[in-house]
């Protein structure tokens, strides 16, 4: 009962260990030991992290240990490149499992062991049913399942199982299923397979292997040769936990795991499914695995995501065994806090248009200081030039003002950000009619942007010194998916996508000092939002991301 009780942001999983350690508990005077097992098949999403923090997060509350292991007992879709990719992201994250990386493919002997010795116990045989006849076979709940292979001689069995392995028989042929109890109320207990036949090359174990073990078998055994207390995982396997512990007290090993099983996390406007965004990667929707709209880890870091903001909304969603689906908005928010705090103020023109500034003399500039970040103490200022010649955003000014437009518009006063206070006299259009020069007077005893005399002045805006701006490409984001729920079970998520989650800019002016700016490297671009240098971005070709907006976008 005790599983069941959660307070919102709360923990039950420290209750229960809590409780364990305790002496007399199932684990006095042991150190707690987790796992992480993510199956090589796709790069880690954000619904992993979930897993991590809680996986590494109990090892490091407890001064326990974590390993990592590689869940790789299914042949057919894993990939080097995703066991690389994990390790990168796992520690990008500051986890560490130092020498405790594992292959569960590196299990295989001994789990044949294991299951020639429950053979041997007269606790498994070699049935000849089909898949198709397994499932036609299974019973209902009034009607226990069947298999006319059930009592078959432990001799038979051993022979059988002894002749798959060393590849006789052919796929679907043949499987060896556990005998437990075919009239169970939970169906995986009704005599599950745990092995099957299977011709296929491992990406480790190459054609060793034509017979593999179910995870339902496999898991329990992993977890009991690395002497694992708290096997934690998603609440999908809560109705396999019967045959985890059935498994656990079968065979012949003396080490003592629990399964505990936490809610998955979800999140609007995202699919969190490695099958679902590697159909976005192999299908074209997205330029990669870390496609900044992408909901992985590596998506998340070239977005501008740090391991703290992303762990920090892990944090704030608890650990419940309720599911739970939280808004998108959320992870934004703390990506935000943590960039308000951290994050280093620049001035950039994303839609820019020629500001002159006409009594200002030709050929001379002066530096102005912009402060790094009013929100951290001592973070310091950085020095950006002025000129005669300027690039504001077109949207700050206004021939024609409407009702409460406080920024450029011919006869107004407008502060240029930590510059000077200039009045605005006009503008230049071409034949078309469009704007594309902005003119204006500086007031040369406002220096710092303050009035001596106290005048108001309302507006304040960004600006860059057309003198030594460098150009850049923009990249904003918005959400992958319009529709809410695009992981609906019966959805088609493809449809689901928002055409327009990619903007691209072009021209973009940014103050000097960006140009030497790094992959990853954030900052806040006033009064615009958080960006980062793109991992693609070079000192001749700058590309920033747009991380999040400055405020929350999701407002109801
Ligand atoms: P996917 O459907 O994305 O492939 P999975 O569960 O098959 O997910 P694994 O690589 O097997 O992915 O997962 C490794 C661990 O991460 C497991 O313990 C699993 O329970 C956990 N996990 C995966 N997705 C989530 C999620 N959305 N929320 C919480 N934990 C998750
Ligand atoms: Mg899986």
Redesign the pocket.
């Known amino acids: 009962m005790a599983e069941e009780l959660t307070a919102k942001g709360g923990n039950f999983i420290r209750d229960i260990i809590d409780e364990e350690l305790q002496e007399g508990g199932r684990c006095y005077g042991k150190k707690v030991h987790t796992r ?7 790069y ?5 992290v ?3 923090c809680i ?1 590494f997060g109990m090892a490091e509350t407890y001064g326990g240990i974590c390993n990592l292991r590689m ?1 790789d007992t299914n042949p057919a879709k894993e990939d080097e490149e995703y066991v690389e990719a994990i390790k990168e992201d796992i520690h990008w994250l500051g986890f560490d499992w130092d020498d405790r990386f594992y292959y569960a493919s590196d299990y295989f002997e001994k789990m044949y062991e294991f299951a020639v010795g429950l053979i041997k116990k007269g606790l498994a045989y070699v049935c000849e049913l089909s898949p198709d006849e397994v499932r036609d076979n299974r019973g209902d709940l009034t009607h226990p399942a069947t298999s006319p292979y059930r009592d078959r001689p432990i001799e038979e069995s051993l022979d059988l199982f002894a002749r798959m392995r060393a590849g006789e028989f052919e796929d679907g042929k043949m499987t060896l299923r556990a005998r437990i109890d075919l009239a169970s109320g939970n169906f995986n207990m009704r005599d599950p397979v745990i092995y099957r036949i299977h011709h296929a090359e491992h990406h480790r174990q190459g054609n060793k292997w034509c017979i593999y073990p179910m995870y339902d078998f496999a898991h329990p055994i992993e977890d009991m040769l690395e002497d694992i207390t708290h096997s ?3 609440l ?2 809560e109705d396999h936990r019967p045959l985890y512990n059935w498994v656990r007290e079968n065979i012949d090993y003396d080490t003592n795991p629990r399964q505990i099983e ?5 999140i609007n406007h995202t699919v ?4 679902k ?1 590697r159909q976005l990667v192999e299908e074209g929707y997205v330029a990669g695995w870390d496609d900044p709209r992408m909901p992985t880890l590596s998506g998340l870091r070239r977005r501008g995501y740090t391991p703290s903001s992303v762990k920090n909304f892990i944090e704030r969603i608890g650990v419940a065994k309720v599911p739970n689906t939280v808004e998108i908005a959320l992870l934004e928010h703390c990506l935000r806090e943590d960039l308000n705090e951290n994050a280093t103020r620049a001035l950039a023109v994303l839609h820019p248009v020629k500001l002159t500034v006409t009594n200002y003399p030709e050929g001379e500039g002066e530096v102005f200081e912009v402060e790094n970040n009013p929100t951290k103490e001592n973070s310091g200022t950085h020095k950006v030039s002025f000129s005669k010649h300027l690039f504001i955003e077109q949207d700050d000014f206004m021939e024609e003002p409407v009702k409460g437009y406080f920024r450029f518009f011919p006869g107004n006063e407008v502060r240029l950000k930590s510059a000077y206070v200039v009045k605005c006299t006009g503008c230049v259009k071409d034949e078309a009619g469009n704007v594309v020069e902005v003119l204006c007077e500086y007031d040369p005893e406002t220096r710092g942007g303050n009035t001596p005399d106290g005048r108001k002045v309302k507006g304040t805006v960004h600006w860059v010194d057309a003198a030594t701006a460098v150009d850049a490409e923009v990249r904003l984001y918005s959400l992958l998916f319009s529709d809410p729920d695009p992981d609906a079970s019966g959805k088609d998520f493809i449809a689901c996508l928002n055409p327009d989650s990619l903007e691209t800019l072009k021209g973009c002016k940014l103050e000097a000092a960006l140009a030497d700016a790094k992959a990853g490297d954030g900052y806040q671009f006033m009064r615009l939002g958080y960006f980062c240098a793109d991992k693609d971005s070079t000192p001749e070709k700058l590309i920033f991301n747009r991380s999040v907006s400055l405020k929350d976008s999701f407002k109801k």
């Open positions: 992480f097992p993510p199956e090589p098949n796709g880690l999403h954000i619904g992993h979930k897993a991590l996986d869940d934690l995982c998603s999908e396997f936490f809610a998955r996390l979800g969190l499914s490695k099958r965004l």
